[in-house]
């Protein structure tokens, strides 16, 4: 079969030829659409609920919401574990599933359990099933900045201007609006006031909500046309409020202006952001779908803040802290400069040691050829290109050129001696030079093929993480094996029209140093035979010392800091707290160009006693 793949290759040179063509297109095609992202996402299959319970203490939370939710999830087919967290006005409960598991079809069984014990639960109580998304789905981090503005008004426009517009990029999962003050409408009953007109707490809250809404109150025939009446009751300032009738009197109507006060208030807040040290922030948070191409949501989504800026009120900025494409970025590029560096090498070396250019430059060609076909392969299997995939690849760069380099020097080897010496064609002559090594090159490439396979059977979080090193591996070296068979000998014989067999001057001059070297080995066997196994027991020593990480270290250019305090501090000491943090880190540290404070969250289940402060440096400074 071998022979037959090598002997259409030789016959059909043009459609090898064009058959090169269509790789490299499509595999300059599947780079641009293969999912970029720094890490592979190791996160298991789960759906995350998030009830809000305002007012509820923990212990209410956990008996009347978190243990119904909680029974009512067991039992769904393929749940691997069921946890929760209840906390005051909060209930976290996540259900992770099988390694595997379509993620729609879990956010389904999970969503219509929820809904048949909605029913059951307190009526004042909201969320639900969060968003698609992963731990580690944060990809971009930007604060409003206004001198004019206060938070209320920064988190207003984040919520009703920067939010929505965000929420239609490609990949986004939500937007998560942290920090500053939500803005309300208070009223602050009179209860004298009330007393004296005789009207209860009841009545006013049943004016309150019955008044707060629009109706349709049919159509007018006017002539030939059709108008449609509606009564337009829905609350938009303080006055439309104040001017509610509570209790109706044919002369003087009593008003919610009479027996309560009127104002702009905030909702309850359980979490805040500061700034620099500067004082509380508004923080938009963008969470990335699950299987994200990192790299095109971040770029849609600072396109987007830059097409927003337009319509921002004057003075009105966004400051951005975080982005996980400075990441990707910096991860591909060290692959990138890798693999550049190993292919420039390894032409030097094909050159020293092959003595010709143009052999040098075939056998060199199969690297980029090699890549491509390994992308078009990822892409097919749903991989994404990561600093692990990328680098299984960086490292499969030497073994790539094996098949290679085998089959044209032999090439090179039987042009040289034949061409003088026989009349056979000089494209039969490389086909019999192909076919001689073809099965020793198959053998020795699926030999190490194989001894990548044992890293596929790991599970878990170790299969998730190394998994992909193994399968880049296995693609490049299929891929090399294939071309060095069918698209190598086409371009050799395409290339190397005058050859000769004179060894180089550096494998002339590595021969007169080794040939002694092997006559003294074979002289005294014993002594190759002790330094070895000297070597081997030295090697062992030295391993047992070295520093084992499970993980490779990420210098991204930025520190979070964790700041744990007590269980019964206030917010707002717990923010001070956070500015004191950050005014003492920008004195130490002067190359901190920003510093983002996060105390807790109304969206993501955090609580005062605990702050992130997401320090962001230069990457040449290191603390």
């Not at 076909?373 to 680098?391: D, R």
């Not at 296995?474 to 371009?491: H, Y």
């Not at 080995?521 to 990480?549: D, E, H, N, R, W």
């Amino acid at each position: 079969m071998l022979n037959k793949m090598i002997q259409f290759a030789l016959t059909q040179r043009l459609l090898m030829m064009m058959v090169t063509i269509i790789l490299v297109i499509a595999g300059w095609n599947s780079f641009q659409t293969l999912p970029i992202d720094a890490f592979p996402d190791v996160s298991t299959t789960q759906v995350k609920m998030i009830i809000k319970a305002p007012g509820m203490t923990p212990e209410e939370v956990e008996t009347r919401i978190t243990a119904p939710i909680e029974v009512e999830m067991l039992g769904i087919p393929k749940q691997n574990m069921l946890r929760s967290m209840s906390k005051y006005a909060l209930a976290d409960i996540t259900v992770d599933f099988e390694d595997g598991t379509d993620i729609y079809w879990a956010r389904q069984q999970v969503s219509e359990r929820l809904s048949a014990i909605w029913g059951d639960l307190p009526s004042d109580i909201g969320g639900g099933v969060a968003p698609m998304t992963t731990p580690l789905g944060e990809m971009f981090m930007f604060t409003i900045e206004s001198e004019q503005l206060s938070i209320m008004e920064k988190r207003s426009l984040l919520d009703w201007v920067l939010r929505p517009a965000l929420r239609t990029v490609p990949g986004v999962a939500d937007v998560n609006a942290l920090g500053g003050l939500v803005r309300t409408f208070e009223v602050t009953p009179d209860i004298t006031l009330m007393n004296a007109q005789g009207i209860t707490l009841d009545t006013l809250r049943t004016a309150l909500t019955e008044n707060n809404r629009n109706d349709g109150a049919g159509q007018l025939i006017d002539g030939e046309e059709t108008l449609l009446i509606r009564s337009d009751g829905s609350i938009k300032s303080l006055e439309d409020v104040g001017d509610i009738v509570v209790k109706a009197h044919p002369v003087e109507p009593v008003t919610i202006r009479d027996i309560a006060e009127v104002s702009i208030g905030s909702l309850t807040r359980y979490g805040g952001v500061t700034r620099n040290g500067q004082g509380e922030a508004v923080e938009g948070l963008v969470l990335g779908l699950r299987g994200a191409n990192a790299r095109e949501l971040v770029e849609g989504v600072s396109q987007k803040l830059d097409e927003l800026q337009s319509a921002l009120p004057e003075g009105v900025t966004t400051r951005v802290f975080y982005n996980r494409g400075d990441l990707v970025d910096r991860a591909v590029e060290t692959v990138g400069m890798a693999l550049g560096e190993a292919i420039v090498l390894v032409l030097i070396l094909l050159i020293l040691f092959l003595g010709d250019l143009r052999a040098a430059l075939t056998v060199a060609l199969i690297l980029p050829l090699a890549v491509l076909g390994t992308v078009i392969l990822m892409s097919q299997f749903n991989l994404s290109a990561n600093l692990m995939s990328l680098g299984g690849l960086a490292i499969a760069i030497g073994m790539l050129v094996d098949g290679a380099v085998v089959v044209v020097e032999n090439i090179v080897s039987e042009l040289s001696h034949k061409k003088k010496t026989t009349l056979l064609p000089r494209l039969h002559i490389i086909y019999r030079a192909v076919a001689d090594v073809a099965l020793p090159v198959t053998t020795g490439i699926i030999i190490i093929m194989v001894v990548f396979l044992p890293l596929l059977t790991l599970q878990g979080l170790e299969g998730k993480l190394f998994s992909p090193v193994a399968i880049t591996i296995v693609f490049a070296l299929g891929a090399s094996l294939i071309l060095s068979l069918t698209i190598i000998p086409v371009l050799a014989a395409t290339l190397l029209k005058n050859v000769s067999h004179e060894d180089p001057i550096l494998v002339r001059y590595l021969e007169k140093a080794y040939i002694p070297v092997l006559k003294y080995c074979l002289q005294f066997s014993k002594v190759p035979i002790f330094i070895a196994l000297a070597s081997l027991v030295l090697m062992t020593v030295l391993y047992l010392q070295l520093g084992k990480s499970f993980m490779p270290t990420m210098d991204e250019g930025n520190i979070i800091v964790q700041t744990e305090k007590l269980p019964s501090i206030d917010l707002d000491e717990s923010l001070r707290i956070d500015d004191l943090v950050a005014k003492a880190i920008i004195d130490k540290v002067p190359e901190v160009t920003g510093i983002v404070s996060r105390t807790g969250s109304d969206e993501i289940g955090l609580d005062p006693t605990v702050s992130y402060t997401h320090m962001t440096l230069p990457t040449i400074c290191s603390v």
